[in-house]
Structures are given as structure tokens and as C-alpha cells.
């Protein structure tokens, strides 16, 4: 029972350690990085030869309860809008003298004012709660699950990914549509990056291998005390252990970069949220 109990807190230090890991930058970012300020932000003193990733981090425009495209920033309209702190669940917001619930809709936006980079540009772009579609410049660069104004018609679906874009013309516009119906919370999570392709997809492939890693790592584990427990019935810590840990292991399938998404395209995202809360 004793090395059990020893085995429980190994693995427990193991785990926090490559998650930690995982979720670090591997590469240089921005000293003082510039904040977003009135829907706009601008990078153009960047220097990415020294730097290969800043967070786009401060004031966005979020229009509640609003779908909207780029097509509809062209037109001679002056949409309701608020400036809002990005990242952070949209449940942190209080519009209008109202707070805002984890379920509902909306639409971010951010003028990005890009330096001349000699190398490609990407977005490192943690998933939002829990649809969305994305357009830099007009185009689409990233949907995921069905962006909706219900819960009848919308569909939750969120991993992370590494998204190349085009910064030719110094100016970058960012239109987000996010819906949520299936989540406590809404909204953007965690920081969006802009930085050197490269490094951002080196970045991502690292964390996946970590993450990876660690669900083998666990399920060996969990198979080793389930095989000792078959050969020592009396062993029932052993048992439970390697329940508890084989049980845990799908976290990492279902966090971070969401890995389970890829591996089963198809299974719904709300038994992933069950079994990631579980």
C-alpha cells in the first residue's frame, strides 16, 4: 500500500510537470508586448527576428448578441458594440449594467496593425467556447463546430490549432462569430498568438507529443497495477490506483489541444466535456 501511495504522488508530480511543460512557450516572446486598446493593436515595432510570438491580448470589439461577417464592417452601418478584455469568458462581462451568461452569442474584432515580416505569420488560436468561425481579411481561416443564434441549430466543437496567415498590406482584421450552448462559460480562453509560423507549429507539435506521452505513460501504469492486482486479489489499492489513473488518462486526450477530436472526429463534444469534468 505504501509503494501505492508513493506511486499515486509520482505520478501526480509527473503529470502536473509535463502539463506545465506542455502548456509553455518554447520560443522567445515580446519583453513588453503591446495591449489591444480600442479595438485596435498595433505591432508594428515588432522585431521577429528576435522575437517569434506576441499574445493579442487588451481590448477587442465584441458586438453581443450579433453575428457578424467582414462583409458587414464594409457597409456604412455603425454597429452596437463594447470593448471587452480578451482572453477571458464573456460570463466576466457586464454590459449595459447586465452580466452576461455562459449561453448566447457574439462577435469579436481586432484591427491588427502587422510589421513586415520576411518570414510566414501564423495564429496560435486556443480553441473558444464552444464554436466559431474566424476571417482575417475577409477570408475564413478556421471554423469549428456550428456557430448558431440557438441551441436547436448551433453544435459545439473546439480544439486548438495553428492557422497560417497573410499580413501582406500591414494591416490584419480579425472577425470572430462564437456561440456557446453546451458550456458554463463562453468566449475566447486563453490568449491568441501571432507569430513566426514555424515556431507556433513547432510549439503545437511539442505540446501534442507531451500530451501523448503522458496518456501512454499512464496508461502503462494503470495496466501495470491492474495486472498486480490480478496476480494479488487482496491488493484492492492496486485496483482502485489503476481505475483512477487509467480514468485520468483521457484528460489528456481531452484538454489542451483536444487530441481525441482528431483521433474521433465524430464523437459528440458533450460527452468530451463529461468526460473531461469527470
Given at each position: 500500500?505504501?509503494?501505492?501511495?508513493?506511486?499515486?504522488?509520482?505520478?501526480?508530480?509527473?503529470?502536473?510537470?509535463?502539463?506545465?511543460?506542455?502548456?509553455?512557450?518554447?520560443?522567445?516572446?515580446?519583453?513588453?508586448?503591446?495591449?489591444?486598446?480600442?479595438?485596435?493593436?498595433?505591432?508594428?515595432?515588432?522585431?521577429?527576428?528576435?522575437?517569434?510570438?506576441?499574445?493579442?491580448?487588451?481590448?477587442?470589439?465584441?458586438?453581443?448578441?450579433?453575428?457578424?461577417?467582414?462583409?458587414?464592417?464594409?457597409?456604412?452601418?455603425?454597429?452596437?458594440?463594447?470593448?471587452?478584455?480578451?482572453?477571458?469568458?464573456?460570463?466576466?462581462?457586464?454590459?449595459?449594467?447586465?452580466?452576461?451568461?455562459?449561453?448566447?452569442?457574439?462577435?469579436?474584432?481586432?484591427?491588427?496593425?502587422?510589421?513586415?515580416?520576411?518570414?510566414?505569420?501564423?495564429?496560435?488560436?486556443?480553441?473558444?467556447?464552444?464554436?466559431?468561425?474566424?476571417?482575417?481579411?475577409?477570408?475564413?481561416?478556421?471554423?469549428?463546430?456550428?456557430?448558431?443564434?440557438?441551441?436547436?441549430?448551433?453544435?459545439?466543437?473546439?480544439?486548438?490549432?495553428?492557422?497560417?496567415?497573410?499580413?501582406?498590406?500591414?494591416?490584419?482584421?480579425?472577425?470572430?462569430q462564437v456561440s456557446n450552448f453546451i458550456h458554463n462559460k463562453g468566449g475566447p480562453r486563453r490568449s491568441i498568438v501571432l507569430g513566426d509560423y514555424d515556431a507556433l507549429e513547432r510549439e503545437y507539435s511539442n505540446s501534442t507529443a507531451i500530451h501523448l506521452f503522458t496518456f501512454g505513460f499512464m496508461i502503462a501504469l494503470g495496466l501495470t497495477y491492474s495486472f498486480f492486482f490480478l496476480i494479488r486479489h487482496s491488493e484492492k489499492a492496486a485496483a482502485f490506483f489503476a481505475a483512477f489513473v487509467m480514468i485520468f488518462s483521457l484528460r489528456e486526450l481531452t484538454t489542451g489541444n483536444?487530441?481525441?477530436?482528431?483521433?474521433?472526429?465524430?464523437?459528440?463534444?458533450?460527452?468530451?466535456?463529461?468526460?473531461?469534468?469527470?
Amino acid at each position: 500500500k505504501q509503494a501505492i501511495f508513493f506511486s499515486f504522488v509520482f505520478s501526480l508530480l509527473f503529470v502536473l510537470n509535463m502539463e506545465a511543460t506542455a502548456a509553455a512557450p518554447s520560443d522567445r516572446q515580446v519583453d513588453t508586448p503591446p495591449i489591444a486598446a480600442s479595438g485596435s493593436i498595433d505591432l508594428q515595432s515588432i522585431d521577429w527576428q528576435n522575437s517569434s510570438r506576441v499574445k493579442l491580448d487588451g481590448e477587442w470589439e465584441f458586438y453581443y448578441q450579433n453575428l457578424l461577417t467582414p462583409q458587414d464592417f464594409t457597409e456604412a452601418v455603425a454597429y452596437p458594440h463594447h470593448l471587452v478584455k480578451v482572453p477571458g469568458p464573456w460570463n466576466n462581462y457586464i454590459l449595459d449594467g447586465e452580466p452576461v451568461e455562459g449561453s448566447g452569442y457574439g462577435t469579436y474584432r481586432l484591427i491588427i496593425y502587422a510589421p513586415d515580416a520576411s518570414r510566414p505569420l501564423a495564429l496560435s488560436f486556443p480553441f473558444p467556447y464552444t464554436a466559431h468561425k474566424l476571417w482575417a481579411n475577409g477570408q475564413l481561416i478556421s471554423e469549428a463546430g456550428v456557430v448558431s443564434t440557438s441551441a436547436d441549430t448551433g453544435e459545439g466543437r473546439f480544439y486548438d490549432k495553428v492557422i497560417p496567415i497573410d499580413a501582406a498590406g500591414g494591416r490584419i482584421e480579425l472577425v470572430m462569430q462564437v456561440s456557446n450552448f453546451i458550456h458554463n462559460k463562453g468566449g475566447p480562453r486563453r490568449s491568441i498568438v501571432l507569430g513566426d509560423y514555424d515556431a507556433l507549429e513547432r510549439e503545437y507539435s511539442n505540446s501534442t507529443a507531451i500530451h501523448l506521452f503522458t496518456f501512454g505513460f499512464m496508461i502503462a501504469l494503470g495496466l501495470t497495477y491492474s495486472f498486480f492486482f490480478l496476480i494479488r486479489h487482496s491488493e484492492k489499492a492496486a485496483a482502485f490506483f489503476a481505475a483512477f489513473v487509467m480514468i485520468f488518462s483521457l484528460r489528456e486526450l481531452t484538454t489542451g489541444n483536444s487530441i481525441v477530436v482528431y483521433l474521433l472526429p465524430h464523437l459528440p463534444q458533450a460527452f468530451i466535456l463529461r468526460v473531461e469534468y469527470t
